[in-house]
């Protein structure tokens, strides 16, 4: 469904109208238009900067010099001398920052290591140098920070300035937002310095554009890092509840990546299910999920899966005063048992060796919502299955992470009374509701090798919703 008060603040009548007003302008996201690129930032600038004790310099340039982008540093600043051993260690040149008269480009992204803070006093190094430079940031820009993991600190002092960068984050991507910006954090967990490459690149890219607000935790992976350009090529994708909306989007995105889609769907939905894999060119499987057999069927149709994305859902809203037991197990038994009775089923028979997981959370099961406590249990079970069972992924070589949507243009969304809508859509940080693609890129990017450093998250793609943690 069209957003027609964002088209309208963008007409110069609309426009000088919300300006006058005083209404918000939502502002128009560049989306990813193409698969992965090698070289996602190439010929991009990017600023670069950090604490005086910064630890990831070194991973943190390599990166970015992978992506392909132009890297440059704000001469005055404190925590150049890491950036500038780094840069030396790996023959790069570093180019100084131009002045807003200069006539150069402007940078496309703003990386800031603060794995070195360990006090308030030291918070000072990042504050003089995002300072100046938040009023210039370009529209849809990229401001990505890096910290150890809280876990990870060394001290009291650093655990607390990297709990710190958390609240820092969070209110910088509320300030940023206005202008399709996004801001968020990853916390570097002990020996995984060498897997920032793949996420730093997903949220420095177009692929990320409703992602605000969010901090990512890396481990260490195992083997060798992989690049997210062709990682999915050729793999084996199974989605449920594939027909339409979201499982159609991530079916599509998945495709465009490579992947070779096994699309799953309520026999009652085989006409759009059929259309959906005609499109992707994948094979579809007309299922109930919460069959007592359902395991057995998709390892009998797939053979080995790579990767696995629970999205099937429904809703059966009711205050719990008037629900009846009939919409409460229907609820929970789709939402919630059918992943955990499928995936016990693949983990004996029909997951390849280091396979991944995703499964779709909602923000409703984070804020909860009232007349949801069927669908917000769900929600929020599987946020901590994710977590309870991300080392039995990992001794498979694979991982098991969360997808949370916020409010997505869908045809369930469109069928709300006008101010719930219009509500839903301007309460987060770009003031607008997101589409099926936004949630499609983040499951492809955890469906990845590439993303091997991250298990057991949940990522919210809500453009930072105003609720919920």
Not at 149 to 177: H, I, N, Q, W
Not at 207 to 227: E, K, M
Request: glycine share 12%; aromatic share 4%.
């Amino acid at each position: 469904m069209n957003d027609r008060y964002l088209d309208f603040t963008h007409s110069p009548f609309g426009k000088t109208l919300a300006s006058m007003l005083g209404l918000p302008t939502p502002p128009r996201l560049n989306r990813a238009d193409a698969a992965w690129a090698a070289q996602g930032l190439a010929g991009a600038h990017v600023l670069v900067g950090g604490d005086r004790a910064a630890q990831l310099s070194q991973p943190l340039l390599a990166a970015l010099t992978a992506s392909g982008a132009q890297l440059r540093i704000v001469p005055e600043h404190a925590g150049l001398p890491p950036l500038k051993a780094a840069a030396a260690t790996l023959k790069l040149a570093l180019a100084g920052n131009p002045g807003p008269a200069s006539g150069e480009a402007p940078n496309r992204a703003i990386v800031f290591d603060a794995s070195g803070l360990s006090s308030p006093a030291q918070m000072r190094e990042l504050y003089d140098f995002l300072q100046p430079l938040v009023r210039g940031l370009v529209s849809n820009g990229r401001i990505v920070l890096l910290s150890r993991a809280p876990d990870a600190a060394d001290s009291v002092g650093a655990k607390t300035m990297a709990t710190a960068l958390r609240g820092f984050m969070r209110a910088l991507a509320k300030e940023v937002g206005k202008n399709g910006s996004t801001c968020n954090l990853l916390e570097i967990a002990a020996g995984a310095d060498s897997a920032i490459e793949a996420p730093l690149h997903f949220f420095l890219s177009p692929h990320s554009a409703y992602v605000s607000g969010q901090s990512l935790r890396i481990t260490a992976a195992r083997g060798q890092p992989v690049a997210l350009a062709g990682s999915l090529a050729g793999r084996s994708a199974l989605v449920t509840g594939a027909a339409r909306g979201i499982g159609a989007a991530i079916a599509e995105v998945l495709a465009r990546e490579g992947a070779q889609i096994i699309g799953v769907d309520h026999p009652s939905q085989e006409g759009a299910l059929g259309e959906t894999m005609a499109r992707v060119g994948g094979r579809g499987l007309a299922l109930d999920v919460t069959a007592a057999d359902a395991a057995q069927r998709i390892a009998a149709e797939a053979g080995g899966l790579d990767v696995v994305v629970h999205n099937a859902g429904v809703t059966r809203d009711k205050m719990l005063r008037n629900m009846s037991a009939q919409h409460w197990d229907m609820v929970l038994n789709i939402n919630l048992a059918a992943i955990l009775d499928i995936n016990e089923g693949l983990l004996k028979r029909g997951l390849n060796e280091g396979a991944r997981v995703v499964c779709i959370s909602s923000i409703g099961g984070i804020g909860g919502n009232a007349g949801q406590t069927n669908y917000a249990s769900t929600k929020a079970g599987v946020i901590g299955y994710v977590d309870a069972m991300a080392p039995a992924f990992a001794k498979r070589g694979g991982a098991i992470n969360a997808v949370a949507p916020g409010f997505i243009e869908t045809q369930m969304t469109a069928a709300m009374p006008m101010g719930p809508r219009e509500i839903g859509r301007r309460i987060n940080s770009l003031s607008q509701g997101g589409l099926p693609q936004d949630i499609a890129e983040a499951v492809a990017f955890f469906s990845s090798p590439a993303a091997a450093g991250v298990n057991g998250q949940t990522l919210r793609v809500c453009g930072q919703n105003w609720f919920g943690a």
